[in-house]
C-alpha cells in the first residue's frame, strides 16, 4: 500500500512538473516574465522553394537583464488548418556575414530590444512530407537565460503566410 501511494506521488510530481514547464511557453500578446519575441515577414506571400526574410524581435521589458542565445537557435514552424506542422530551419545568409554579432555578452538589458534577420526556404518535401500550397501560419520559438540563469522559451506571435508553387498565382 505504501509503495501504491509512492508511485502516486511521484507520479502527481511529474505531472506537476509538466504544467509548471508548459508555462514557460508564450505568445506575443501573453509576456513571460515581461519578455516577448515577435517576427514580421516582408511579404506574406511565400513561393515554395524560394528565400523568403524575415526580421525577430525579442522585448525586454522587464527590470532584469536576459541573456539569448545567437540567432541560429531560432526554429521557425510552419502549420496548416489540418495541424500539419513543418520545421524551417533557418539559412545562412552571405550577404549578413558582416553584420554585428547577434549575441550581446551583456544580454537585453530592461527595457532592450534586440532584432535579427532570419532567412527561410519552403521546401517541396519537409522531413519526407510533401509541402501543399496554402495557407499556413508561421511562428518562431527561441530559448533564452535570466539573470538567474533559467533557460526559457519563447513563443512568437503567428503570421499567415499564403504558400504557394513557382509560377502560379496564390
Known sequence: ?????????IALLFVLGGAIRSQTVTNHDEPLL?????????????TIGSVNNLVAEIKNSSSNRVSVSDMWTTSLFLTNNSGQSYE??????S???NMVSHRSADGIQPGGIYKWPLAFRVEKQIGGKDVVPGVYMLKAIHHFLTSDHKNRKLVSNPVEVQLK????SP
Open 95 to 97: 550577404d549578413w556575414d
Open 165 to 168: 508553387e513557382p509560377g502560379k
Open 1 to 9: 500500500m505504501k509503495i501504491t501511494n509512492l508511485i502516486a506521488v
Open 88 to 93: 524551417l530551419p533557418p539559412l545562412i545568409r
Open 34 to 46: 515581461e519578455v516577448t519575441l515577435s517576427i514580421n515577414l516582408t511579404t506574406n506571400v511565400v
